[in-house]
């Protein structure tokens, strides 16, 4: 089993930064990939950006040139720095490792941005 802990969100001001933590525990292997998926209230959970074990990454098109997405392997721990947050950022933001066909989620951690 494998168990994420986000940490890091909070309120905003549009133009402001946050960055967000996600400690992974238990059973990490070293082959995995990480990211961070974003839910706005009465909508589905989208991604948002991934980062695989060696340190490509994906962005979602609305978050390309504000959002970096990163990793510390030794920590089994992935980030996601967040600039010039806009309203429609707000949203609760989940966690996700994928190993082994599997797929572990976080609690999340919710994020409001005030325009």
């Known amino acids: 089993q494998v168990q994420l802990v986000e940490s890091g969100g909070g309120s905003v001001q549009a133009g402001g930064s946050l960055r967000l933590s996600c400690a992974a525990s238990?059973?990490?292997?070293?082959?995995?990939?990480m990211g961070w998926y974003r839910q706005a209230p009465g909508k589905q959970r989208d991604v948002v950006a991934t980062?695989?074990?060696?340190?490509?990454?994906n962005y979602a098109d609305s978050v390309k040139g504000r959002f970096t997405i990163s990793r510390d392997n030794a920590k089994n721990t992935v980030y996601l720095q967040m600039n010039n947050l806009k309203a429609e950022d707000t949203g609760v933001y989940y966690c996700?490792?994928?190993?082994?066909?599997?797929?572990?989620w976080g609690q999340g951690t919710q994020v409001t941005v005030s325009s």
């Open positions: 980062i695989t074990e060696v340190g490509v990454t």
């Open positions: 996700k490792l994928g190993q082994l066909w599997r797929d572990y």
């Open positions: 238990g059973s990490v292997f070293s082959r995995n990939y």
